[in-house]
């Protein structure tokens, strides 16, 4: 294996933990958000009281693109194989 696929496949790597990463991420900061907005509005500053919105957004992006994000995995696994000599 030279340098230049070396470079490729962590490139590709880095590219699909971004994606697959991503949709779990943007929720969790996404509820994060609006519940700080409401913590805020309504003066009520517990620290525990945003931990299950964000589990539950995050469990519920898991059960939809769960799938999705296997499927890309698998894809970059079967690739990453095949172009290794």
Excluded: Y
Aim: net charge neutral.
């Amino acid at each position: 294996m030279d340098a230049n696929t070396a470079i490729d496949l962590a490139r590709q790597a880095v590219t699909v933990a971004l994606l697959v990463g991503a949709p779990v991420l943007l929720a969790a900061l996404a509820v994060g958000l609006v519940v700080a907005m409401l913590q805020a509005l309504t003066q009520i500053q517990e620290h525990t009281l945003s931990f299950v919105p964000k589990v539950l957004a995050v469990a519920g992006v898991l059960l939809l693109a769960g799938p999705w994000m296997l499927q890309r995995l698998i894809e970059f696994s079967g690739a990453m194989f095949t172009r290794l000599p």
